[in-house]
């Protein structure tokens, strides 16, 4: 089977873990014996944190350097990528038409790559542009698009900015499938935008990182360990997390893995309250999984999470997760024996679902195991490739 992913969340040599999980998913099918390429837009335009809290004019300088100094076409981790560069307008005022802007720039270069490539059927990842070039796609070609909804984009984004109108009779007219990545995202969604043809197919995890290998007695010190990993974005809500530590009544230590615009307003809270935290930057997952052995609690204060892969790779190694009762969290979480819920944005909710949490007796391995027995990558594919069998 002969696959397409179009996604812009895609890992590059400058930039290893952006979308790192559509990475995962390609190789999936790659070991299930597809044939995949991707087709990655890359932008020109800096990120976030090198806008605010003011322009940092070196780190702009760089990105757009570093995005022109990327090849047209290479292999990352034996995954043949093309990227299309291209130009990105100001989404408060455009939103509506990145993907006209997409297809200007780059449209007839990702036409002749699927073109030739010949796949049985598209997979796109991303609201906007990816899902909603389904367009231009249908113009060209008969295969089928199925199109993941994952993220903030259709929650968030979509109230944020105008013209999702338009955008959702695309999605509606010219994508064959939508995929959600959890039931209670779907709900979410469901609620307010109904999709005619559409399916649940829950996310994996790198098992071949992720599993348990705990040593017991990590904690002699007394002190409790509790790690968060995330974008440092207000949609992941350390800023909640950073205010219920103020509550607490016992030693703990806290690790936030993470980069994020922001990063300066997190780390001067910090130091302001002299809270026991150590803010440290984005990670690979290699050492990820070593601060995770060395927990107590995973925290997951989001204010939406379409699913939380985080979760999963945190179970993964034994250990609990305190959560905010939102979105795809609820799909995989199951309170007292892997996790425990807080109300979303409730700070004094999340002091005492962490003092909870302290004085339960988690049986780490049995949440490992757990985590292994109801989600991995290959699944997910085996399920995708189902859709172009039906």
Not at 202 to 221: E, H, I, L, Q, T
Not at 264 to 293: G, R, W
Not at 364 to 376: G, L, P, Q
């Amino acid at each position: 089977m002969k696959i397409v992913v179009l996604t812009n969340l895609f890992p590059n040599k400058n930039d290893p873990m952006n979308g790192i999980f559509n990475r995962e998913r390609v190789t999936a099918l790659q070991r299930l014996g597809c044939e995949v390429i991707v087709i990655a837009p890359i932008s020109y335009a800096p990120k976030l944190r090198y806008l605010f809290p003011y322009p940092k004019i070196k780190s702009i300088i760089k990105h757009i350097v570093e995005v022109y100094s990327l090849p047209k076409r290479d292999t990352y981790k034996d995954i043949d990528v093309l990227r299309v560069k291209r130009f990105a307008l100001p989404n408060k005022l455009f939103w509506q038409y990145d993907y006209k802007v997409l297809k200007f720039f780059n449209g007839r270069r990702i036409n002749k790559i699927i073109g030739e490539f010949k796949p049985d059927f598209i997979l796109t990842t991303g609201l906007n542009p990816e899902s909603t070039y389904a367009v231009e796609l249908k113009k060209k070609f008969s295969q089928p698009i199925y199109s993941i909804f994952e993220g903030s984009d259709i929650l968030v984004v979509a109230d944020k900015y105008s013209g999702f109108n338009k955008i959702y009779h695309i999605l509606q007219r010219f994508v064959d499938k939508v995929i959600y990545v959890s039931d209670n995202f779907k709900q979410s969604v469901e609620e307010k935008y109904h999709f005619q043809s559409n399916v649940v197919i829950k996310n994996g995890y790198n098992a071949d990182v992720f599993k348990y290998s705990r040593v017991s007695g990590n904690n002699k010190n007394e002190v409790t360990n509790l790690l968060n990993v995330g974008r440092l974005l207000p949609l992941k809500g350390q800023d909640i997390l950073l205010k219920s530590l103020l509550q607490l009544s016992f030693k703990y230590e806290l690790k936030v893995i993470g980069d994020g615009y922001m990063h300066e307003e997190y780390a001067t809270f910090v130091q302001k309250n002299s809270l026991n935290v150590n803010i440290l930057p984005q990670l690979p997952q290699s050492s990820i999984k070593q601060h995770m052995d060395t927990a107590d609690l995973f925290i997951m204060p989001s204010r939406t999470e379409s699913f939380g892969i985080a979760a999963l790779e945190a179970m993964a190694c034994g250990l609990p997760v305190i959560a905010a009762n939102v979105g795809g969290l609820k799909d995989h979480i199951i309170e007292g024996f892997n996790g425990v819920f807080f109300e979303s944005e409730s700070v004094d909710g999340l002091a005492k679902a962490i003092e909870k949490a302290t004085t339960i007796s988690w049986n780490h391995e049995e949440i490992a195991h757990w985590v292994k027995r109801n989600y991995s990558w290959e699944t997910w594919a085996q399920k995708v490739m189902a859709l172009n069998s039906n």
